[in-house]
């Protein structure tokens, strides 16, 4: 490695030797090593050409090869003999299980698409999913790619009106729901909110509407409309899958930017494929035979496009899918889970984690969880100690943990530890993988001098391309380049902050725009979270930074205190103080807020991002902006209330 870090050296001390090659081989022959990960995949026809990048920055990957997506995930698994193998242990939120093998998958997939062809879906259509966590669902997925359609899966939470924005965006011709899901102890609707997407001849490129029956609520019935049993019944079992080049079209998924329109982020085949199976590989260290892999992510976000359908489908590996939240009946739910199905290898967000910390760890005691040997993290930087709580009540201080940074737009994993290689350290993101380039640079581009102390804070950049970077902004080519690749020139834009600690190791700061610049001093918001985070009191904190005329922005906290930890805490202006002093103590002076506010809740997305910029309102005395995005919008009028009760400062 040439430029400023000094550090890739702690691969000599590293207990196994396959990964410092893979490492070694991805930094001398990075074209080769790609050539290689896609050559585990089954090609319909082989590639010649590794990467094209002459009509950059739209990357053509693999492009004179042929490949189907779906007979990766099942057929080839089936005709290498491992058909009984099982792939999903579906359990539902009201207890109902049902385990489907890789053969029973297959079989399935085939059925639904021929159902799928039988409603005129044909290659490079779309097709819209609106979904709960079943097995269906991956069904559903995996049958749009193994006859080419291109699947556009919108979070079940998703409102009526944002679904019909999706479906009119990708123009789809198909929407695939079904009656309701179980979420929070309850049935909970679904084609309800697809029929008022389409009503009042809205949604006109609809042509049909294929229903699962979940939970047998009651539905309204429409022309459209046919049931998915109805049109699998009569579907033949028998369905050749064809190799489509590597470059089709494989999924739409809408992602949020800084302005209000969702972007569509396309991913193509080979590249995508190659990605998710490469990184769920290798950062979960998989044992296809023996390990039991659960991811809590829903299907409806990228988490569950690549790593609970793609990537774990693509290698082979039994996974537990759960429809439910983690509270139903009770906080245990999610290890009485891991107990019963003896998970090896588990993969969540930050948030849950605090969720968990904030109820305390007796909701593990007495469950088994010793099966378990790899932790995943993803969404969010996980604060130290969100992350020792993790490592040691989850964990049971014998799991390898890994923070695993990527997005929507990279497909797969792009930063993380991989188990083994190196020492772990609680906060830190540590090294892209072998296979990808990324750099740290300022305002200007250049990238940021990595000092003994570790270096200043800059912008993430992805530096060369990757087989599962997005190929673009369905329908929007100058939103593509305008706001990944205009800032600077020839790297992809993040948007993410982030420095190097003394080791060269990589800490995320969280998204650009949450960065706040207090007297001219960078901050990062989530590292004054995390030092808040630290205080015993402390569950979960969310920080923003509120303009301030002499300081430019001033540093406002929101907590929400341990409910174990609470019975001792004094009252609310002496916490304040103290935890204002706390976080001067960890971090500078810099870094104290003007202002901590107790809060029971803070306002989150539904896939749980806490949505800053509604603290931000409150925070500057405005009127509080747009809450539809918010998981619970009453979270909003009870802070506000509260504060114009009083604060403490
Ligand atoms: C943004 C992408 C990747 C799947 C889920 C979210 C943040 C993600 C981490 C991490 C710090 C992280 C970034 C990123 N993020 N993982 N391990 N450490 N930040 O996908 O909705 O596309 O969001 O999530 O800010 O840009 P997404």
């Known amino acids: 490695m040439e430029g400023p870090l000094p550090t890739w050296g702690i691969l000599t001390v590293m207990e196994r030797p396959d990964l410092a090659n893979l490492y070694r081989q991805a930094e001398t022959d990075r074209l080769g090593f790609w050539a290689e990960q896609a050559n585990r995949l089954y090609w319909h026809e082989p590639f010649t050409q590794t990467l094209d990048w002459t009509q950059a920055p739209v990357a053509r990957w693999f492009a004179d090869g042929k490949i189907n997506a779906c007979f990766n995930a099942l057929d080839r698994h089936v005709l290498a003999g491992n058909g009984e193998r099982v792939a999903l242990l579906f359990e539902g939120e009201p207890g109902d299980t049902k ?104 949604c006109p490129s609809i042509e049909n509407v294929l229903v699962v029956k979940r939970t047998g609520m009651d539905v309204a019935w429409n022309e459209k409309d046919t049931w998915w049993t109805d049109a699998l019944s009569t579907a033949d079992t028998e369905h050749v899958a064809e190799g489509f080049d590597a470059e089709h079209p494989l999924f739409i998924l809408y992602t949020s930017g800084t302005t209000g329109k969702p972007k569509g982020i396309l991913h193509t085949t080979g590249g995508y494929l190659t990605g998710v199976s490469y990184t769920h590989r290798t950062v979960f260290d998989l044992k296809p035979e023996s390990d039991v892999y659960w991811c809590t992510a829903d ?94 009540v989850i964990g049971n201080s014998r799991c390898e943990i890994v923070d695993t940074w990527w997005q929507t737009e990279t497909g797969s994993i792009m930063i993380s530890p991989i188990p083994f290689a190196f020492k772990t ?4 993101t540590q090294r892209p993988l072998p296979g990808i380039n990324t750099s740290i640079v300022d305002e200007d581009g250049t990238p940021v001098v990595q000092t003994d102390s570790g270096s200043a804070a800059g912008y993430l950049t992805i530096d060369e391309p990757w087989p599962s970077m997005l190929r673009g902004i369905w329908g929007d080519p100058e939103r593509f380049i305008e706001t990944y690749w205009s800032r600077f020139p020839g790297k992809y834009l993040a948007g993410d ?22 007297s001219g001093h960078r901050l990062s918001t989530a590292e004054i979270e995390s030092a808040l985070v630290e205080h015993h009191w402390v569950a979960e904190a969310a920080v923003v930074g509120a303009k301030d005329e002499v300081t430019e922005q001033a540093i406002v906290a929101f907590v929400i205190l ?34 901590i506010m107790v809060v029971t809740e803070l306002p989150k997305t539904r896939s749980g991002k806490i949505m800053r910029r509604l603290l931000r309102d409150v925070a500057e005395g405005r009127p509080i902006g747009d809450v539809t995005t918010l998981a619970d919008s009453s979270v909003m009028t009870a802070i506000n209330d509260k504060l114009s009760a009083g604060a403490n400062d």
């Not at 593990?364 to 993803?378: A, E, H, M, T």
């Open 299 to 392: 299907v409806g976000w990228i988490t569950g496009h690549s790593y609970v359908v793609y990537g774990p489908l693509a290698n082979g590996a039994t996974q537990v899918i759960y429809e439910g939240t983690p509270d139903i009946p009770t906080f245990e739910r999610w290890w009485q889970i891991i107990e019963k199905y003896k998970v090896s290898i588990f993969y969540t967000a930050p948030t849950a984690i605090r969720t968990f910390m904030k109820i305390g760890k007796e909701i593990v005691s007495g469950k088994d969880l010793s099966s378990l040997r790899i932790l995943g993290s993803v969404g969010e930087p996980i604060n130290p100690e969100a992350w020792l709580w993790y490592h040691e």
């Open 99 to 202: 385990s489907f093998t890789y053969a029973d998958l297959l079989t399935e997939t085939k059925r639904a698409a021929n159902a799928l062809l039988a409603l005129g879906i044909r290659s490079g259509d779309r097709v819209a999913l609106y979904m709960p966590m079943i097995p269906e669902t991956v069904i559903a997925i995996l049958a749009c790619a193994r006859i080419g359609a291109v699947h556009s899966v919108v979070f079940g939470g998703f409102s009526a009106d944002s679904l019909r924005t999706r479906i009119d965006d990708a123009q789809a011709k198909l929407v695939i729901t079904s009656d309701g899901g179980y979420r929070k102890g309850k049935a909970h609707p679904l084609k309800d909110a697809v029929d008022h997407a389409l009503s009042a001849g809205n």
């Open 562 to 595: 341990r409910q174990d930890e609470i019975a001792d805490a004094p009252d609310e202006e002496t916490i304040g103080k103290i935890l204002r002093t706390w976080v001067t103590e960890k971090i500078g002076a810099i870094a104290r807020p003007r202002q």
């Open 497 to 518: 902050g982030a420095r190097y600690d003394r080791d060269g190791d990589i800490w995320l700061l969280g998204r650009i725009d949450d960065v706040i610049n207090v």
């Open 425 to 428: 350290k609680p906060g830190s």
